[in-house]
Each structure stands twice: as C-alpha cells, then as structure tokens.
Nanobody, 126 residues
C-alpha cells in the first residue's frame, strides 16, 4: 500500500519551533518530489515547500523563507519540515504529498501530486 504519513504537528506559542515529518511506505522518496502544502481554515490550500528526489533542489515560499527548512533522509524514507519562529498566520493543516512527475522547479502545484497524507495540524497561539 502506497502512503505517506505526517507527524509532528501541535500547539505552540508564537516564536517557537516544530519539526514535521513525512514518512513513506510502499514508495521510495529517493524517486519522488515531495512537497508540503497547508490549508488554513476558510482558505485555499497552498504550497509551502518542496524538495527534489535527490534533495539537491528545494523551494520555500516567500512568506516562510528564512523560517522553514525542508530536508530529506532517503535512508529513512522521510522528509522533514523544520519550522522556526512560528507565527499565528502559520496555523493550518499541513499536508505531505509526493510526485513522480515534478522535480521541484518552483512553487508546488497540487494537481501534480498524486500521493497525499491525511495531514497534521499546526496551531500557533499569539
């Protein structure tokens, strides 16, 4: 069964950090572009970050640049999203998604990702 599972979300105060993990089964992240998306209540889902199959290329959206870092450990088949200096506006459900048709050349597009996790909630209080 092909799936990805997110973990690491929670409730934190503004300025604190969280590290999200996305672990795959049934597929090898070394062959996939992996992205993080988020969806805040009442808003559309947006691409946050992505990493190419080799890990050589990454993208982070402007609103989180300098605060969020994406990385991957292919040996553990896991992708991480380190989130520092969290702000209340980062509050959202965060989703991990994988694709074999993209290579993280820019902002990830949902339509290109065909394996999705169930999401992990991140809540940042002010």
């Amino acid at each position: 069964q092909v799936q990805v599972v997110e973990s690491g979300g929670g409730l934190v105060q503004a300025g604190e950090s969280l590290r999200l993990s996305c672990t795959a089964s049934g597929l090898t992240f070394g062959s996939y572009d992996v992205a993080w998306f988020r969806q805040a209540e009442g808003k559309e889902r947006e691409g946050v970050s992505c990493i190419s199959p080799s890990g050589a290329r990454t993208y982070v959206r402007d609103s989180v640049k300098g605060r969020f870092t994406i990385s991957k450990d292919n040996a553990k088949n896991t992708v991480y999203l380190q989130m520092d200096s969290l702000k209340p506006e980062d509050t959202a459900m965060y989703y991990c998604a994988a694709s074999r048709v993209t290579y993280c050349f820019g902002s990830p597009s949902q339509i290109q990702y065909h394996v999705w996790g169930q999401g992990t909630q991140v809540t940042v209080s002010s």
